[in-house]
């Protein structure tokens, strides 16, 4: 790249300046969190290019973590069982849903 922050290519770069939900890959529970400050996300964090604070509601409830515990990968043993949040589920819920989830990895 031409600069310092261009390690690869980016076609969404525009994405992390602008409101977002940010969300990382792997947890024991929902963790979606709107960022309005701009921040970047790491390499195992995923971003939701919306600000939509009802989907953050709906996505960090109780039923949608029951959702996507039953359609992503769990790992680990029942007591430690984490969830796979980059799975695929956002696909789904696009289908069901009719809002875009077309998450970005970072």
Not at 30 to 38: A, E, M, Y
Request: proline letters at 3%.
């Amino acid at each position: 790249g031409n600069n310092w922050w261009e390690l690869r290519s980016c076609d969404y770069y525009d994405v992390f300046s602008k409101p977002k939900i940010l969300y990382p890959d792997i947890g024991k529970e929902t963790r979606f969190v709107l960022d309005t400050n701009g921040f970047f996300a790491e390499a195992t964090a995923f971003v939701i290019p919306t600000a939509d604070w009802f989907l953050l509601g709906v996505l960090n409830s109780r039923i949608a973590f029951e959702y996507m515990k039953a359609n992503s990968a769990v790992l680990g043993d029942e007591e430690k069982e984490h969830v796979r949040f980059s799975d695929g589920w956002g696909r789904e819920w696009t289908a069901e849903f009719g809002s875009s989830l077309t998450t970005i990895a970072s």
